[in-house]
């Protein structure tokens, strides 16, 4: 079986959690059973049985919540839990059956058969993400029932013994072909999800993906646990020049020098941050957990990144700059759109004002109309250095 990549396997795995319904048709089917073989061997073994059964239910549907619980807050849960709470029902489902073949009960071996078909065909059908867990599943519960049906006195028994492994080989196989569908369907949605959200040039999340990312990080403010109560910035950058380096020599150049901004931009910010391409020459960066101090310094560093010379290969240099605005989130507002607003405002700014400058918005900004939002500020112009050989 091969590894599929974490994405793939966390989706697989995201069906674990939604068998509550299946777990519970399973106990009942079980002690129906283990109730006609307490009625009619007399033994003690049913009433054991009974008690595993109906305790190991009660665990697992708990399991099952908090790994719900858990999904829904971001994190794994425990899922290793589960699964050796369902390993450990599986076993006791297995014993169970031999229990009811070896007693020599024909009813019982009947009932006993038509369980451990039921448990294969769910488990086949249902248990497609955890493949390994799933055939140790299948195996350890009918293996006890072949064993006591080939020793079976009963006529016909070693028959039914015989005959059932090559059932439990045919689930086998309808399971790994449900593995192998689902795992082909989650990896062909996550490759339509990344054509949605990429920017195909240079491979950028795009404004889509931002509008989605921004929107979880507001929501993510009336909620300080998530975040840790700090704040966050929104970065809004423009190229200087840009255009010029388009008409003089061509959009493919254009087209590369926006790939080496991308990766340039990429280095000069913390593995926490996200940049995003939105479209043009327009760049826009989320900064979690960030301070205005923390973001002025970022914005500059970028700033001195991008005005160092592209050499791309077309005889001379390619000077090009960066203009800067942003906005802080909550002090500058909670919403996506008065964020990004405001950030458009300060690139603004910071453009008309000289460019490659980094302009923050004073606080009082997003107090007012969106239509009417301030030209003052505080702009910052990137410390100037002597001029540099061009860099790939």
Same mark, same amino acid.
């Given at each position: 079986?091969? %590894? ?30 283990? =109730? ?7 033994? /003690? /073994? ?10 190991? &239910? ?6 099952? @919540? ?6 829904? #807050? ?14 450990? /029902?599986?076993?006791?489902?297995? %014993? ?30 249902? $248990?497609?993400?955890?493949?390994? &867990? ?43 072909? $449900? ?13 339509? #999800? ?9 491979? %950028?999340?795009? +404004? ?36 010029? =380096?388009?008409? +003089? ?17 990429? #280095? ?55 203009? =800067?605005?942003?906005? &802080? ?33 004073? @606080? ?29």
């Amino acid at each position: 079986m091969k %590894l599929e990549p974490e994405a793939v396997r966390a989706r697989l795995l995201d069906t674990t959690f939604d068998r509550k319904f299946a777990v519970l048709f399973g106990t009942i089917s079980v002690l129906l059973v283990a =109730v006609s073989a307490a009625l009619a061997t007399g033994d /003690w /073994w049913p009433y054991a049985w009974i008690a595993a059964d109906l305790m190991l &239910f009660t665990v697992r549907v708990l399991l099952m @919540r908090e790994c719900e619980q858990a999904r829904r #807050r971001g994190s794994k849960g425990p899922l290793a839990g589960l699964m050796a709470a369902s390993g450990v /029902w599986s076993v006791v489902f297995g %014993l169970g059956c031999y229990g009811c073949v070896a007693s020599g009960n024909m009813a019982l071996s009947v009932l006993a058969a038509l369980n451990v078909a039921g448990v294969v065909g769910v488990v086949s059908s249902r $248990n497609a993400a955890t493949p390994r &867990f799933a055939i140790f599943v299948m195996l350890v519960v009918s293996l006890p029932y072949v064993v006591g049906a080939l020793f079976s006195a009963a006529p016909g028994m070693p028959i039914v013994g015989i005959q059932t492994p090559f059932y439990v080989a045919g689930g086998i196989i309808v399971l790994l072909q $449900n593995h192998a569908i689902n795992a082909r369907m989650i990896r062909a949605e996550l490759d339509n #999800r990344d054509l949605a959200i990429k920017d195909a040039l240079t491979g %950028l999340p795009n +404004r889509i993906f931002l509008q989605e990312k921004l929107r979880d990080m507001c929501r993510d403010l009336a909620a300080p646990a998530a975040n840790g109560g700090k704040p966050f910035a929104v970065l809004s950058m423009d190229l200087d020049g840009f255009k010029q =380096v388009n008409d +003089r020599f061509g959009h493919a150049v254009g087209d590369v020098l926006l790939r080496k901004v991308a990766e340039r931009l990429k #280095r000069g910010f913390r593995p926490g941050d996200v940049v995003f391409r939105i479209g043009g020459d327009e760049f826009v960066i989320l900064l979690p957990a960030t301070s205005e101090i923390e973001a002025t310094y970022l914005a500059k560093r970028a700033i001195e990144k991008v005005s160092v010379p592209f050499d791309l290969g077309v005889g001379s240099a390619i000077h090009v700059g960066l203009s =800067v605005g942003s906005a &802080f989130a909550p002090a500058d507002g909670g919403d996506p759109e008065i964020l990004l607003t405001c950030s458009d405002h300060a690139l603004y700014e910071a453009k008309r004002t000289g460019k490659g400058r980094y302009w923050a918005p004073v @606080r009082a900004m997003i107090r007012r109309s969106r239509q009417r939002l301030p030209a003052s500020g505080r702009a910052i112009r990137a410390s100037s250095a002597r001029p540099r050989a061009p860099v790939p």
